[in-house]
């Protein structure tokens, strides 16, 4: 199954789609720590993305999509994939499609997180992260079961996203309600779309959305 999370910065993507992994085994597809991985390892990619992303705009529509590419080749994909944080344009879906045909797969469903913007910066704000196994945390909402220790594995180290400051917060909203709120309706049309409140706590979350894949496999 190839299935979309759609939602603004901070909307439960990234942890929705771990728990995915974690608990049905599906392979997420995150553009944003692709591109992360780019700038740690430096990368040709690493070096245009950086300073845009710190800014909070787009990366080009050309470089994340060779970077799905790449990934719909891997192997470990061909069963279906969650794609987190793309596509993000009109352009970006149309390619996705594209990147999916040509492969003799299909796009399944768009989950759309619905969510109070006023929320998001005080997700996005308290959001960290493990230093070891990228496991992810949030100040107020999730802190890990021993205070300052990684219930994933153990580590002491964490980190955060030097794009989550309530500055660039609002650039990256501003874009999604300009570039990326706009594929909806072009989902909708297909009949593809699900709306979760993302608003609620996370199991609830996980549980709106494992009944729709649920219903979906049939
Ligand atoms: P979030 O989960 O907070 O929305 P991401 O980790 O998905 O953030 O993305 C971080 C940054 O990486 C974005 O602000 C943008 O600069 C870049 N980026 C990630 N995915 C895409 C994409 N599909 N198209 C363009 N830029 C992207
Ligand atoms: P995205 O990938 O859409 O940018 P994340 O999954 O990284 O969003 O979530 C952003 C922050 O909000 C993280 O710190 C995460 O722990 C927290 N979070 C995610 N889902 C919820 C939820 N349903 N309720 C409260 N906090 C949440
Ligand atoms: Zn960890």
């Given amino acids: 199954m190839n299935i979309i999370l759609l939602g603004p910065p901070g909307a439960g993507k990234g942890t929705q789609a771990s728990r995915l992994e974690a608990e049905r085994g599906m392979i997420q597809l995150s553009t ?8 740690k390892a430096g990368t040709p990619v690493g070096l245009k993305a950086k300073a845009v992303m710190e800014a909070g705009e787009l990366v080009s529509d050309a470089i994340v999509s060779a970077l799905i ?5 891997q192997a470990d994909t061909a069963g279906g994939a969650i ?5 993000r344009t009109e352009a970006q879906a149309e390619a996705l499609d594209l990147l999916l045909d040509e492969r003799g797969r299909k796009l399944d469903a768009v ?3 619905a969510v109070d913007e006023d929320a998001l910066v005080d997700r996005i704000t308290g959001r960290f992260t493990c230093a070891a196994c990228g496991a992810g945390y949030h100040d107020r909402y999730k802190q890990p079961a021993a205070a300052g220790v990684c219930d994933v594995c153990g580590s002491t180290e964490f980190k955060r996203r030097p794009d989550d400051n309530a500055e660039t917060v609002r650039t990256r909203m501003a874009e999604y309600r300009a570039k990326t709120a706009p594929i909806l309706p072009v989902y909708d049309a297909r009949g593809i779309v699900h709306r979760v409140d993302g608003m609620a706590d996370m199991d609830a979350v996980a549980r709106d959305i494992a009944a729709i894949l649920d219903s979906l496999a049939g």
């Fill in 83 to 87: 794609f987190d944080g793309y596509p």
């Fill in 69 to 73: 590419g790449e990934r719909l080749d």
């Fill in 111 to 113: 989950i759309e997180l």
């Fill in 32 to 39: 944003g720590d692709m591109l992360r991985a780019a700038v």
